[in-house]
Structures are given as structure tokens and as C-alpha cells.
């Protein structure tokens, strides 16, 4: 069964920084491109950022870019996100999904709060 | 940027009715390979998305067959053709053609 967990949400200050981490599970990890969307509180999905499998291409939604880095480990089976320079419009629900052109699967995700 | 327009934006139905989306890209979804990358995903609420159609058509396992998706180039559909109870949440359209990848604003399905 494919099982992808996100962790490391939580609240943070303007200007902070955080590290989303993703467990996947149940099938095999380097096979696939992974994925970012956030959304945030009562509005629509936003794609954040993807990676190759390899982890040799990254793409970012404009909003985001010099900001946050998209990352790998394919020994870990574990996908993660650098959050740095957070800013109150980052606040959202941050899902870990499988794929690129698609996402078949998405984890029940990790709320990130941007407040002081 | 493919901008993705849905309409309505709210739906009520009665249950048994039919209930149908639209979507609509501001660029052609044919990616080069000759494929059209255009996904649906219903959001139950309190729930994490879900995908029901990608490839604007091909509906995805456990996924019932009253959900069907059509279209082409730069107009899509999903239509639910008898509305159940369990259908209730929010619908995005999103396109995995072009970069940056985009959503829908999304529409809420709701029982009237």
C-alpha cells in the first residue's frame, strides 16, 4: 500500500525557517518524480515545487523560488522541503504527492503557520 | 501561465441528479508527447485531495463509473451523472502539461 507521511509543520515566525520531511512507502521511490501542493486555510490547491527522480531537476512556483529548496533522499525513501524566509502568505496545509504530470497519491498533510 | 477557469463555482444538487464542471486552460493541455495532462481531484471534506480522472478521461480504481471526464485541447468536463451523498466536497481541474503545474479555483459540490 502506498503510504507517503508528512512531518515537521508547525508554527513559525515571519522571517523563519522550517523543514517539511515526507515518508514514502510501498513502492519504490526513485521510480517517481515527487511533489509539494500546499493550500491554504479555506482556499484552492497550489502546486509548490517538484523533483526528478534523481533529484537533478527542480521546478518551484514563482512565489517560492530563492526561497525554498526541494530535496531527496532515495535511500531514505524520504522527500523534503527547506523553508526559509517564511512569510504569513506561506500559512497553508503542505500534501506531499506522487508524480509530476499527475498526482495518483497525496499524504494527509502538515500545516504550516507563518504568525508571531 | 496555463490559467484554469472552472465553472460554476458552487453547485447545488439534488440527489440523483446529474451535476456537471467545467474547465477551461488558457493554453492548448496537448503536451508534446501527444498527451493532454488534464486531472480531476475531489476534495472530501476535512479530507486530503483525491484523484478521480487524469488524462482528461481515464477514471482511477475504486473510482465509481457515475464520475466521467471528457474534452480536449482547451475544454474539459467532469460530470457526475447521479449524484450521491458522499459526492459532496470540492472539485479541482489541474493541469500537469506546462510549467508551472495549475489548479482550478475549484467547485463545491453541495446537496441541496
Known amino acids: 500500500e502506498v503510504q507517503l507521511v508528512e512531518s515537521g509543520g508547525g508554527l513559525v515566525q515571519p522571517g523563519g525557517s522550517l523543514r517539511l520531511s515526507c515518508a514514502a512507502s510501498g513502492f519504490t521511490f526513485i521510480n517517481y518524480y515527487m511533489t509539494w501542493v500546499r493550500q491554504a486555510p479555506g482556499k484552492g490547491l497550489e502546486w509548490v515545487a517538484s523533483i526528478k527522480q534523481a533529484g537533478s531537476d527542480k521546478y518551484y512556483v514563482d512565489s517560492v523560488k530563492g526561497r525554498f529548496t526541494i530535496s531527496r533522499d532515495n535511500a531514505r525513501n524520504s522527500l523534503y522541503l527547506q523553508m526559509n524566509s517564511l512569510r504569513a502568505e506561506d500559512t497553508a496545509i503542505y500534501y506531499c504527492a506522487r508524480g509530476v504530470t499527475t498526482y495518483d497519491y497525496c499524504g494527509q498533510g502538515t500545516l504550516v503557520t507563518v504568525s508571531s | ?112
Not at chain 2, 441528479?17 to 472530501?44: E, K, M
Request: a positive charge; aromatic letters at 8%.
Open chain 2, 1 to 112: 501561465d496555463a490559467v484554469m477557469t472552472q465553472s460554476p463555482l458552487s453547485l447545488p444538487v439534488t440527489l440523483g441528479q446529474p451535476a456537471s464542471i467545467s474547465c477551461r486552460s488558457s493554453q492548448s493541455l496537448v503536451h508534446s508527447d501527444g498527451n493532454t495532462y488534464l486531472n480531476w481531484f475531489q476534495q472530501r471534506p476535512g479530507q486530503s485531495p483525491r484523484r478521480l480522472i487524469y488524462k482528461v478521461s481515464n477514471r482511477d480504481s475504486g473510482v465509481p463509473d457515475r464520475f466521467s471526464g471528457s474534452g480536449s485541447g482547451t475544454d474539459f468536463t467532469l460530470k457526475i451523472s447521479r449524484v450521491e451523498a458522499e459526492d459532496v466536497g470540492v472539485y479541482y481541474c489541474m493541469q500537469g502539461t506546462h510549467w508551472p503545474r495549475t489548479f482550478g479555483q475549484g467547485t463545491k459540490v453541495e446537496i441541496k
